[in-house]
């Protein structure tokens, strides 16, 4: 029995969660494989028996390339799907919607989990000697306890998998068609103009050195560097992947961000390089 840990994660947090995941679901009955969708076509994702489908949440959901690359998937054909993300505060209805649209594709739902992390919204505009960022450093990042909570879930039932209970008998049961509940739709929409004021905001500041990292670790692509200066286009999902890995620190969301906390993941070494394809 194999399982896929699929997922995106834009500062480090999902990342880390995901083979956070995979180390505790070690001693499971299964064969435990770790991909970023950055380097995984969609329809090339064969071979396994069961999917966990990981992100971030951006206003109550994934993020909406995300939500595309779920409609890109092969069909499920009756495997298991465990959805699990990652919040700085609410994941509203985010792990039911996206359970919702794997089993529009044929997967079967199984449950999932929502696992509380630093907000790198909120971080990047904090001072870098505040008690938040010295909270956000110094968490026991060895005791994550949603996370061994889905993890306790995850391996008891493929235990129960491997002993030949079938896959369709534990599938969670969902609405046919989930949505968001109002108060979620409400908070959706201030997250959204907030992130549209945001990112109307993003640019890189005279520090810019224009050594084109930002534009290699864009998960769409929408940085470019011109006459050695990081220009930005109108696709931003405000990952801040950019703003956090920038070297020199110059990336900015107007004055809020200048010499502020810049996140590098749980441990401090997050690369994200390491999920993006080489000649990306």
């Known amino acids: 029995m194999r399982l896929l840990f699929l997922y995106f994660s834009g500062t480090g947090n999902t990342d880390y969660v995901a083979h956070y995941l995979a180390r505790r679901l070690e001693p499971a009955p ?20 069961l999917l966990a489908f990981g992100f971030p949440v951006y206003a109550g959901d994934s993020p909406g390339f995300v ?14 799907a465990f959805v699990f993300c990652t919040k700085g505060a609410y994941a509203a209805s985010a792990v039911r919607l996206n ?78 068609r989930s949505k968001m509940a109002p108060s979620d739709r409400l908070w959706a929409l201030l997250y959204k103009a907030t992130e549209n004021w945001a990112r109307s905001r993003l640019h890189a500041d005279a520090q810019c050195e224009g050594c084109g990292l930002c534009a290699r670790i864009c998960p769409v692509g929408n940085v470019a560097v011109r ?15 950019c703003l956090h890995a920038c070297p020199q620190e110059a990336i900015q969301i ?20 390491r999920l993006r394809p080489a000649n990306s």
């Open 67 to 80: 939500q595309s690359y779920l409609e890109k998937l092969p069909p499920g054909a009756g495997r298991g």
């Open 99 to 176: 359970l919702q649209r794997l089993a529009m594709r044929g997967y079967v739902p199984l449950g999932g989990g929502d696992v509380i992390m630093p907000g790198t919204d909120g971080l990047s505009m904090i001072s870098k000697d505040s008690w938040l960022a010295r909270k956000a450093m110094h968490k026991d990042y060895d005791q994550l306890q949603d996370a061994d909570h889905l993890a306790e879930q995850m391996g008891s039932l493929l235990s129960e998998l491997a002993e030949g209970c079938p896959v369709g008998t534990r599938q969670m049961p969902l609405s046919a």
């Open 254 to 273: 107007g004055r809020l961000t200048a010499g502020k906390f810049r996140w590098k993941g749980p441990r401090g070494n997050f690369h994200p390089l």
């Open 227 to 241: 006459d050695g200066h990081a220009q930005f286009g109108d696709r931003c999902v405000l990952c801040l992947r």
């Open 30 to 49: 299964a064969e435990l494989e770790l991909r970023s969708i950055e380097w995984q076509p969609p329809g090339d994702v064969l071979g396994f028996n």
